[in-house]
Structures are given as structure tokens and as C-alpha cells.
């Protein structure tokens, strides 16, 4: 069983930065599509960004493109998630979870691996 470890979250302003990063804590493949997901009070959890296993391929939600930049390293075995511009409604829980399969899909049930979560508070 992979367990994906998150970190990077914190309280910052609207308009600051941050990157989160997500790891494997044991050896797995870097041959997995990797996705952040995030879930503020009271909301579904929604699909944020996902990132083919190569990196040729990425996919946005809307409300983040232009502002958030999804990568890896696989040599680290490692994807970040660059969150500029943050805005109050970025507050949120962000998950990091990992597809067998490739797949780059919105849909969170698709995913084979999740991490426990980090916690983004973006204060006005």
C-alpha cells in the first residue's frame, strides 16, 4: 500500500505563495499520474491540477490556471503544486493522490492513493 505524504501548507495572505509538495513514504512507481485535490468547510472535495507520469500532460480546474503550476521530479519521486496569487476561496484541505493507471481525471474516486492532507488558509 503507497502512502503519499503532503506538506508546504500554511496561513498566508491573499496574494502570497506557497508550494506543496507530496512524496511516497516508501518506494512506489514513478509511473502514476499524480492529481491535488482540495476540500474547504462545508464543500465537496474538488479536482485542482493532475500531471501526467512524464509531465507531457497537465490539466487545471479553471479557477486555478494561470496561478497554480502542477510538476514533478521524478528522480525525487516528488509532485509540487505552485500556488501563486492565492486567493481567500483557495482556503482549503489539499490532497495529493496518485493514479495506476495514468489517468488524468477530475474524478477523485479514479485514484488509487491519497495522501492525509494539508491544510492552506488564505487570509484578505
Known amino acids: 500500500q503507497v502512502q503519499l505524504v503532503e506538506s508546504g501548507g500554511g496561513s498566508v495572505q491573499a496574494g502570497d505563495s506557497l508550494r506543496l509538495s507530496c512524496a511516497p513514504s516508501?518506494?512506489?512507481?514513478?509511473?502514476?499520474?499524480m492529481a491535488w485535490f482540495r476540500q474547504a468547510p462545508g464543500k465537496e472535495r474538488e479536482f485542482v491540477a493532475a500531471i501526467s507520469w512524464n509531465a507531457f500532460i497537465t490539466k487545471y480546474l479553471d479557477s486555478v490556471k494561470g496561478r497554480f503550476t502542477i510538476s514533478r521530479d521524478n528522480a525525487k519521486n516528488t509532485v509540487y503544486l505552485q500556488m501563486n496569487s492565492l486567493k481567500p476561496e483557495d482556503t482549503a484541505v489539499y490532497y495529493c493522490a496518485a493514479n495506476r493507471a495514468n489517468l488524468l481525471d477530475i474524478a477523485g474516486h479514479l485514484y488509487d492513493y491519497w495522501g492525509q492532507g494539508t491544510q492552506v488558509t488564505v487570509s484578505s
Open positions: 516508501g518506494r512506489t512507481s514513478s509511473r502514476y499520474a
